[in-house]
DNA sequence: AATTAATGTAAAGTAAACATGACATAAAGA
DNA sequence: TCTTTATGTCATGTTTACTTTACATTAATT
């Protein structure tokens, strides 16, 4: 899965730590979603989109590997 | 979090069972998610938002309640 | 060049998302 | 009514999302 936090935090001009602070989630978990380590939780998703006011699709994208394996990683 | 899983699937008339194999979860998963019973990861909100052609928030969408604690659960 | 702010990374722990197998019940059709 | 299909649920196990603490690195400011 691809995104764009990086770009949506940048026309906002905030950091990973607001971020983080804004849809309650630890510094350190922002940074590893940043970095697609990870495949978080619908919930933080969407609050995440919704800081960004953009639809989830915008802000999160399916790669075609996604669909290879099943939900997780 | 809402979900209209249930609705969507009424729409294109597959069952549970089906949802799952399209999404390659298994189908206890897909009765827990339309049962609310936990958060979904992304990537499987994706890959059924995709199913049923309808942006995310369309299917999933958060309460006023999850934005109360962290992104879990 | 020195300090501060922002980001990256790592280790250890906890909670929860998933899987599988099994069974109970409800709905639907023959 | 009998059988099948769809849904709900429970128990057990594994993986991983997320936390906290801590430190290293990079970027920005003075």
Redesign the pocket.
Known sequence: MKNSI?VE??KLN???????ELV????????????G?????????LKIAQVFKQPVQNVFELEDSDWQS????
Do not use: H, P
């Open positions: 990086k935090r940048a905030i950091t990973q730590a607001q971020l983080a309650n989630v630890s510094r350190q978990t922002i940074n590893a979603i940043e970095l380590k990870y495949n978080l939780s619908t919930i933080l998703a099943d939900g997780n990683s």
